[in-house]
């Protein structure tokens, strides 16, 4: 007897479940007039500048393969920015690898790394795409739960409990997506102590540093002893609004980059010419624009945390990324409950905590890369919510805040004007 469709398929595979975000967001697809403040993507354009050296470098037949590693120069000018930034220094022949995107890097660095039952520490709430890409590369995903109490920071303490014989990486992810926090330089360093004791490997994703508006961004790779041991990754989507280009690198120590190499060749091939040639002049000179967008950032986020904290939801102080991770518990619904009924009754779309794992339940995530207009009446809409829900705003004594329509500098679109 022939077996069926479903029976064909790889097991690890059909037994994981589809993603919280993207079924959730099937779901906003099929409602009209709905504000939007799920997506984790920048609301400005690609400055100018950037999609001008993409035409130019079509225009001057830029259309071939590149280096199974990525352009050279590109390479070089991603070793000069970390040198610059935080003063780890990589050779860009051998220890930076140019990927499609941060999620392709973080793929090539587990299917490298990881043997069948190793297992992979993950601090939780988590990026959805984690604990997947761990199974897929036959690891097991051990998570790390952390709460609102805490400051969603991930403790010493707690990775050397969780450490076993088969442990072999912990997966960083700071600042922080869904919860926006951030781990200051001494916890990292207490971690970074327990990492090298248990000989563990780190992969660092750190595609939010430059989004960082409270204290500074630690780079895992420049502590004492870490660059050996670390696996960083990074790329161009978050803090230069490239989310559509595609491009990511890893830095790390040449064997791991050639391992994470050979397979990026028989799969991948490369990312394309193009979008390193955006990327390459968002490098060079991107800072300016990247700078704008960041305080503009800064801005929202401190209009959406005081907007939650005034309608009665608790919210920790999200400290980088763009993301607001308010707990909705005392509206005595779940996750899936209040991202649901706010869909439904009040069109704003925000994601369950629990798509980031058990750790976020009782809580939304809420980017708050949109537009000021949109998030004053999304904020809106959604205190309604609460209110019918017998939540009692928090009393304040002075007027309500108020939602500018943009900044100087900002253009009607979003994108940062030139």
Known sequence: MSKTWCERINPVVRDMPPSGIRRFFDMV??????ISLGVGEPDFVTPWHIREACIYSLEKGYTMYTS????LELRYAIARDLADTYGVFYDPRSEILVTVGVSQALDLALRALVCPGDEVLIPEPSYVSYAPTVILAGGKVVPLPTGMEQGFCLSAHQVEAAITPRTKLLLLCYPNNPTGAVLDRKTLLEIAE???AHDLIVISDEIYDRLTYVGQHTCVASLPGMKER?????????????????????CGHGDFIAAMTKIHQYTMLCAPITAQMAALEALKNGRSGMERMVREYNRRRNVVLHAFRDMGLPCFEPKGAFYAFPEIRVTGLTSEEFAETLLQEE?????PGNAFGPSGEGFVRCSYAASLEDLGEALRRMARLVRR???????????????????AGV???????S
């Open 411 to 417: 253009s009607a679109a979003g994108g940062a004007s």
């Open 194 to 196: 327990v990492a090298a």
């Open 347 to 351: 069109k704003v779309a925000v994601v």
């Open 230 to 250: 670390t696996v960083l990754l990074n790329g161009f989507s978050k803090s230069y609004a490239m989310t559509g280009w595609r491009v990511g690198y890893a």
């Open 29 to 34: 697809a099929e409602t009209k007039g709905v």
């Open 68 to 71: 199974n590693s990525g352009l």
């Open 389 to 407: 829900r017998g939540v009692r705003p928090r009393v304040i004594s002075t007027p309500p805040r108020p939602f500018p329509a943009r900044e």
